[in-house]
């Protein structure tokens, strides 16, 4: 059987070498990949690439009598880098599937099939038995072709075999990926042996990798956005702990006194005392956004409690009229506790804050705005604060924003906004 170069085959192989190189940059750049997929995507992406380049040289120097000599050397090339992404596979699986690919009887048997398919690539290019060119550089295959593709379609089953049987170690979108990969390959390999078809080949290898790279790329961003939001949840929840010494020693100091002059107001104080607590604790436990209502609750629970011992000095207004929306525990509580942690002062005016919600056509907005002292904004977002807390969490749970307009002497205005939630 004769081996004609095809146009379509060129021209697939060189989008697939183009596509090769973006994934490279992608998985190389791209947060969120563990290191055993980067590297193994990095790899199995150069193979693909390098397989395009070897093809279009290949192709331009098909059956040219000046090239005779060197067109010799490209089947062994081409069918070594069609060997390889086999192998990669295999070791990526096993790593997948939890095993240690070192001591892997698994991938032990697939480097010795490996061993056994460079062994017949060596004598096919020793001998006319497998395939051959004629004296004007024409590629021929003989009926033992096949033979020479049975270690990789053995390494197929093996990886498929492995993936079956480890089946519980890995994701639903692992699991799938591994498997279209495999079934599309193995099938397209056992055709092409016997149907040599390049075109079908270079159809089924870009169509395995690109399915096989968007599954696993994107089970691998959501476990990153988890952590993420695992670790602000986290920072979140130690600073609700982390609770100001000052405001529960005042918090007590007022209650103590309250229950000789002011027995009902003593309980009232209690009362909002145990909700804000129970508000906190309660927020820590919670790992997707709460309705708004929830946090407002929160916020006048805190607020009650501070009014207590800043009668004079701290005056809060709501403007309320949009509710319906949801944001991630302890987004607007402490903002308000920043407030006033940084504007009450006996020795400055009285501090007044306004509450806000809106709805707009950019989204849900909450406004929290104060007339006190007003700080560098610059300021606000180093790493071990609580509003660098809060911008991660509204980006990660909720995809939404925070922003800081505060000029010293001037107050300061802090507003975030939520995106509509798609129905």
């Known amino acids: 059987m004769s081996y004609e170069i095809s146009m379509p085959s060129h021209v697939l192989l060189e989008l697939a070498a183009v596509l090769a190189i973006i994934v490279i940059g992608i998985s190389s750049l791209m947060p969120g990949i563990d290191r055993w997929s980067r590297r193994y995507f990095i790899a199995f992406y150069i193979v693909q690439a390098l397989g395009g ?19 010799r050397w490209f089947p062994p090339l081409e069918y070594l880098v069609f060997s390889l992404p086999f192998l990669l596979l295999n070791l990526y699986l096993t790593y997948c599937c939890g095993m240690n690919w070192r001591k892997s009887g698994i991938f032990r048997i697939t480097i010795s099939l490996w061993g056994l398919f460079l062994i017949i690539l060596i004598v096919a290019q020793s001998t006319p038995i497998f395939y051959h060119t004629d004296p004007t550089g024409r590629f021929y295959v003989t009926s033992w072709h096949p033979l020479l593709f049975a270690p990789l379609v053995a390494m197929s089953i093996i990886g498929l075999i492995t993936l079956i049987t480890k089946r519980k170690g890995l994701s639903r979108k692992y699991f799938y990926a591994f498997l279209l990969y495999i079934i599309i390959v193995t099938i397209t390999v056992i055709v092409h042996s016997f149907i040599f078809t390049p075109i079908l080949i270079n159809i089924a290898f870009f169509i395995g990798s690109v399915t096989m790279y968007l599954l696993i790329l994107s089970e691998q961003v959501n476990q990153y956005m988890n952590q993420k939001i695992a670790i602000s949840t986290k920072n979140a929840n130690i600073m609700v702990l982390q609770m100001r010494p000052h405001f529960i020693y005042n918090t007590m100091t007022s209650i103590y006194y309250l229950c000789e002059q002011n027995p009902k107001k003593a309980q009232q104080v209690i009362l909002d005392f145990t909700s804000y607590l129970r508000k906190n604790f309660n927020a820590m436990v919670s790992t997707d956004p709460i309705p708004f209502t929830e946090e407002l609750e929160h916020v006048r629970a805190y607020l009650a409690v501070e009014l207590t011992q800043f009668e004079d000095s701290l005056f809060v207004d709501y403007d309320i009229p949009h509710t319906q929306f949801r944001l991630p525990p302890l987004s607007l509580q402490p903002l308000v506790e920043n407030a006033i942690k940084h ?3 006996p020795e400055l005016d009285p501090l007044h804050i306004l509450i806000q919600t809106l709805e707009t056509k950019s989204g849900n907005v909450i406004v929290v705005k104060d007339d006190g002292p007003g700080f560098d904004p610059a300021d606000a977002f180093h790493s071990q604060s609580a509003l660098s807390n809060i911008k991660q969490r509204l980006e990660l749970m909720c995809h939404g924003s925070i922003t800081i307009t505060s000029r010293e002497g001037e107050g300061t205005l802090v507003k975030i906004v939520i995106p509509q939630a798609k129905t």
């Not at 380049?53 to 000046?66: L, R, V």
Request: hydrophobic residues 45%; without cysteine.
């Open 53 to 71: 380049i070897i093809f279009a040289i290949d192709m331009s120097t098909y059956m040219d009598p000046n090239y005779l000599e060197l067109t």
């Open 343 to 345: 504007g009450v002062d």
